[in-house]
């Protein structure tokens, strides 16, 4: 085997090798990174739900037989919160002048965090 060769072959799978595994890796630290910044957001999110919401849905999302329903029971769509906290539904007034986006997304990792499966 050449010098040449043997350079070429030590250096081949290190370039093939290392960004391979740096991709393999960065959804798992992509997903850890989110679950620091969500659980960031839990505690303005908490605050800002028994100032604002836990009137009608009940402290710790428990309603008392209102007309409001169970958050623990939302679905896993965030889109979907968003758009009804801002635009309101059935009894719920629309509360997008009232609230910041930032507001909604902490309230969001709240009522997210205490879902139930």
């Given at each position: 085997?050449?010098?040449?060769?043997?350079?070429?072959?030590?250096?081949?799978?290190?370039?093939?090798?290392?960004?391979?595994?740096?991709?393999?890796?960065?959804?798992?630290?992509?997903?850890?990174?989110?679950?620091?910044?969500?659980?960031?957001?839990?505690?303005?999110?908490?605050?800002?739900?028994?100032?604002?919401?836990g009137?009608?849905?009940?402290?710790?999302?428990?309603?008392?037989?209102?007309?409001?329903?169970?958050?623990?029971?939302?679905?896993?769509?965030?889109?979907?919160?968003v758009a009804?906290?801002?635009?309101?539904?059935?009894?719920?007034?629309?509360?997008?002048?009232?609230?910041?986006?930032?507001?909604?997304?902490?309230?969001?990792?709240?009522?997210?965090?205490?879902?139930?499966?």
């Open positions: 085997m050449t010098r040449k060769t043997a350079r070429w072959t030590a250096a081949y799978p290190a370039a093939v090798i290392v960004p391979a595994m740096a991709w393999m890796t960065t959804p798992a630290i992509a997903q850890q990174q989110a679950a620091v910044s969500d659980q960031a957001l839990i505690g303005p999110g908490r605050t800002n739900y028994a100032q604002k919401c009137h009608c849905h009940g402290p710790n999302m428990v309603t008392a037989g209102t007309v409001a329903p169970d958050l623990r029971t939302f679905p896993d769509d965030n889109a979907r919160f009804t906290v801002k635009q309101g539904k059935n009894n719920m007034p629309p509360w997008k002048d009232l609230l910041s986006d930032q507001e909604i997304t902490e309230l969001w990792a709240f009522v997210s965090s205490r879902r139930k499966p």
